[in-house]
């Protein structure tokens, strides 16, 4: 059966930014986020929902954007890296933690799993450990062996946001 590419009208808020665009109805997320909005934060990394680096938040829900359609996130709040941000409009806590522990090393990973880890800590402020683990094994990274990734989300934890 053939995909449709028949225009929709998508109408979203990406990073509290109310937007309404044209698009091919078989476009992806990912290519939406991408080369739509122009926003290269989200990265593709397998295509196929195994490792994490085209996270996004979809009405604060960490979801993998290579695997939906954009049409999917129609009236929806889509947040990407580049709408995690500090209260002060800078950096977040946890970028800021990942920086200081060193949990960022190529950086291919780091917007996945800064994305899960906000998503993880809505819904757990104070996960333990092993709940911080279990939040972020949809996850890969060849760079970092977890370890200071892992201290940057609990030490991130415990900053008011």
Known sequence: ?????????????VNGVSMERELPSSRSLLEFIRED???KGTKEGCGEGECGACLVLLDGRAVNSCLMMA???HGKELVTIEGIKGRDGGLHPLQKTFMAE???QCGFCTPGL???SEALLRR?????LEEIKLGLTGNLCRCTGYE???????KARKIKK
Not at 2 to 13: D, E, G, I, M
Not at 124 to 128: G, I, L, V
């Open 114 to 116: 800064i994305v899960a």
């Open 148 to 154: 200071k990734v892992l201290s940057a989300v609990g």
């Open 71 to 73: 049409v999917q996130v």
């Open 37 to 39: 909005l122009g926003l």
């Open 1 to 13: 059966m053939k995909q449709s590419t028949s225009p929709f009208v998508l109408k979203c808020r």
């Open 102 to 104: 060193g949990a960022v």
């Open 124 to 128: 757990r402020p104070k996960a333990t």
